[in-house]
């Protein structure tokens, strides 16, 4: 595998609304700075971009690429790293609780919830373990034309609460409730609006993560009828992409504009996967208006790691400048 410049980069769309294949790049190489630009505008594109055969990358040169294309966070704000790495969650769900097999956006809990994620397969089960993204904007674009307006003047409060945790209600063990203590231990709470608009694209997208509790100025009780029903246009399949993973896979999705799902359908085998997160921005409303935080902190989730040589960037950890709108 070779490292080439942008202009020969080999793009391969998977479906008609949201997901691209990016063939015959070397991620753990020292790409050239068009390349890593290329590969940014590519994924602000397709939403989500997939890269066969990296059997050379590990979780060092796994997090040196993910600082070309911005700032990793601490893995999550309320669950551990991996030991030594930081900026590494590692999702090991043979031998965890932790679960994803539902339709979400990443830490939505906080006022900056990530750009994007970088993930990369570990070790696989021999069948099964597919994971799915769907793109929030065409989501948007399906409502009737009175959705669309009453979801463009919608908030909603997003929260780390207990009945929120990535674990499986039904889960009673101890590992299980364990886990929802600590993803609870510091409280989150963010009012968000349910379109905010693409900061590179201009695009509307749909914020309608797990995370939500309630619209703002509505009881829970009266939201989950009208929640329920935009979120029935996330997963339809014209606007999902279904990826079957293989070893040395690595997928890259621009969180803003996508929800995802890890389908479950693998046990008893191990399924191991690896991710570094981009720190994010403030979403943004129709109206131009900014997320609020009601409870918590995200600074020290947000902030910079310190970077593995001498803490400071060299050339290669140049920063891909985002596409122009």
């Known amino acids: 595998m070779t490292t080439l410049s942008a202009k020969d980069l080999d793009i391969v769309r998977i479906t008609g609304n949201i997901g691209a294949e990016i063939r015959g790049i070397d991620l753990a190489s020292d790409l050239p700075q068009d390349t890593i630009t290329a590969i940014r505008t590519?994924?602000?594109a397709h939403k989500v971009v997939f890269f066969r055969g990296q059997h050379a990358l590990d979780g060092p040169t796994q997090e040196r690429l993910a600082r070309r294309f911005g700032t990793p966070t601490t893995a999550y704000p309320t669950l551990p790293s991996l030991d030594g790495a930081p900026a590494i969650l590692d999702l090991d769900y043979q031998n965890?609780?932790?679960r994803a097999d539902f339709?979400?956006?990443?830490?939505t809990f906080i006022q900056r919830p990530p750009l994007g994620?970088?993930?990369r397969a570990v070790s696989l089960p021999p069948y099964g373990g597919d994971?799915?993204?769907a793109n929030t904007a065409t989501a948007y674009t399906a409502l009737p034309k009175e959705l669309r307006t009453l979801a463009d003047n919608l908030w909603a409060v997003h929260a780390n609460t207990p009945d929120n945790a990535p674990t499986r209600s039904s889960d009673d063990s101890a590992q299980a409730r364990t886990m929802r203590e600590t993803f609870t231990a510091r409280s989150f709470i963010t009012e968000h609006p349910v379109v905010r608009v693409h900061p590179e694209t201009g695009e509307r997208l749909l914020l309608l993560s797990k995370f939500i509790r309630r619209f703002v100025g509505w009881t829970p009780e009266n939201s989950q009828p009208l929640l329920k029903l935009l979120r029935t246009y996330i997963p339809l399949p014209e606007h999902a992409v279904r990826w079957r993973w293989a070893q040395g896979d690595v997928a890259f999705w621009d969180n803003r504009s996508t929800e995802n799902y890890a389908v479950r359908d693998y046990d008893p085998h191990p399924r191991r996967?690896?991710?570094?997160?981009l720190a994010g921005d403030v979403p943004v409303s129709v109206q131009g208006e900014h997320s609020r935080v009601v409870a918590g902190d995200d600074t020290d989730y947000t902030?910079?790691?310190t970077h593995p040589h001498d803490g400071k960037p060299s050339d290669r950890d140049h920063v891909a400048s985002p596409p122009a709108p």
């Open 42 to 44: 590519a994924l602000v």
């Open 96 to 98: 965890s609780p932790l």
């Open 103 to 107: 339709w979400h956006a990443d830490v």
């Open 117 to 119: 994620s970088i993930l």
């Open 131 to 133: 994971t799915v993204w």
């Open 273 to 277: 996967m690896q991710r570094i997160t």
């Open 303 to 305: 902030t910079s790691l």
